[in-house]
């Protein structure tokens, strides 16, 4: 029963990961209309200080995303070792008995 309720707790941990999403990206209809009619190098220049931008913002999602899906992960494992050393003590509390 321990295994079954940290592997639980395991899954909400790993579908935790999918939250929050990035903050920003860059919208392809605001390039569209302020940036397409001028030339190719502020374009470039405009891009990348805006994708840069969006780097810096998003950065810390990324690890904390990664340390939540270590943590699942780590609880998956010791679910897995839960059950197996359940079922171990079950069968030799079974073969006891009779």
């Known amino acids: 029963m321990p295994g079954a309720v940290l592997a639980a707790a395991a899954a909400v941990a790993a ?7 990035a ?3 860059i919208d392809p209809k ?5 940036y397409a009619a001028q030339d190719e190098g502020k374009t470039k220049e405009e891009v990348h200080k805006r994708r840069l931008a969006d780097y810096e913002n998003n950065k ?16 998956l494992a010791c679910a897995i070792v839960l059950a197996v050393v359940g ?11 009779k």
């Open 15 to 21: 579908a935790s990961v999918l939250w929050p999403r």
């Open 60 to 75: 810390d999602i990324s690890r904390s995303k990664f340390r939540r899906l270590k943590l699942a992960i780590g609880m």
């Open 30 to 34: 605001y390039l569209t209309t302020h």
């Open 87 to 97: 079922v171990r003590l079950q069968t030799i509390i079974d073969a006891a008995i």
């Open 23 to 25: 903050k920003s990206t």
